[in-house]
């Protein structure tokens, strides 16, 4: 199978595969699918301003005009020895899988194929074709997670020549993660605010960082952890009505419980109480959520936690095989914690 995990294609961009003539990135964070394509394209070595070494498509375009980019595949570079086709808005193009399908079986010798394109139904059209083609790789794109967030922080600051604190990183990542360029997009501004300083305080995220990702992704998982069904509800319809991915709320709500699990770890051993643990947590909990921490760690046991993640953990796996009900998938298995929750507040 020419595909590669959402881990591995960092890695696989870094030394690609001289073999592959045609590269599918996909995925809903359209930013980090632009910029993981605009990598792979660094990486052909060839002039990416010469419009005769670079034939830039859109995916509708190839599907009015059936054909085309056999066409072009098939076209004997005149100034250069091979060229790249960079198609950009791809979907469900019936006449661009076609294309990509005869490109398949019959590999260009003078084009490399580069495809960008949303978020593709496994098994279906053009995600199937480049799947099951041995001169053709997929590559999956989903929204940043904490890890990931890390490294586009790091990146910037390491080419500014700047530091940043722990708790200025810590409010930062809170506001990111919804759309690669978007994210870097922030840090930039951020960093050219700072412009003059070694280090970014948390002083600077406050006057600074807009929130990326949404205001209602945030609300989402607190009115979870509070277990406020009504609050959960307008929060979380809020994030998917304005094009937010449940997916992010998925694991935002999963990152906190997490966190939240080895904190109560802490108070079962040790005999503390949920202050002095919250308290002394590392990283540290933001001020202004200590008292939400505190709380959630009093109401839940281990084992009530426990059942939660797998909970959370089942409904990531069900919406990345059924992506067209992601949004009816993660609302469930939510508001079965956000009743949990207020179930457990009344005892």
């Given amino acids: 199978m020419a595909q590669k995990k959402a881990f591995e294609v960092d890695s696989w961009l870094a030394r690609p595969d001289q073999r592959i003539s045609i590269v599918l990135l996909y995925g809903p964070d359209r930013g980090l699918v632009a910029e993981r394509a605009k990598a ?60 990509v399908k005869a490109l398949t079986a019959e590999p260009p010798r003078d084009a490399i ?15 199937a074709v480049v799947e099951a083609a041995d001169n053709a790789m997929a590559l999956p794109c989903y929204a940043d997670e904490a890890r990931d967030i890390d490294a586009v922080i790091d990146d910037e600051l390491r080419k500014a020549g700047m530091s940043m ?7 930062l990542r809170r506001n990111l993660g919804g759309d690669r360029l978007a994210s870097r997009g922030e840090i930039e501004k951020l ?14 995220i ?34 998917c ?7 992010l709320v998925l694991s935002s709500a999963m990152r906190q419980l997490q966190a939240i ?30 008292k939400l921490v505190e709380k959630a760690l009093e109401r839940w046991s281990s084992e009530a936690l426990g059942r939660a993640l797998t909970r959370l953990q089942t409904a990531v796996l069900q919406t990345r095989r ?26």
Avoid: C
Avoid at 279 to 284: K, M
């Fill in 40 to 99: 792979f394209a660094e990486k052909t070595g060839l002039p990416l301003d010469d419009p005769f070494s670079v034939v830039r498509l859109d995916g509708s375009e190839v599907d009015r005009d059936e054909g085309r980019l056999l066409d072009e595949a098939r076209t004997v570079p005149m100034f250069s020895d091979r060229r790249l086709l960079w198609v950009r808005n791809a979907s469900g193009q019936k006449a661009l899988a076609d294309d």
């Fill in 113 to 127: 194929i580069l495809i960008e394109a949303g978020d593709l139904k496994k098994g279906v059209g053009l995600r």
């Fill in 165 to 171: 604190t722990l708790e200025a990183r810590q409010a």
């Fill in 191 to 204: 960093i050219l605010y700072a412009h003059g300083q070694k280090e970014i305080g948390l002083e600077d």
């Fill in 206 to 239: 406050r006057a600074m960082s807009g929130d990326v990702s949404g205001a209602s992704f945030d609300d989402a998982v607190d009115a979870l952890l509070e277990g406020k069904v009504g609050d959960f509800d307008t929060a979380f319809t809020r994030h």
């Fill in 241 to 247: 009505q304005s094009g937010g991915q449940p997916f």
């Fill in 261 to 290: 699990q080895a904190m109560r770890g802490q108070m079962d051993s040790a005999g503390r109480n949920a202050a002095s643990v919250v308290a002394a947590a590392r990283p540290p909990v933001f001020f202004s959520r200590r």
């Fill in 322 to 347: 059924r992506p067209d009900l992601s949004v009816a998938l993660a609302r469930q298995a939510l508001l079965g914690i956000v009743v949990e929750s207020s179930r457990l507040a009344q005892r």
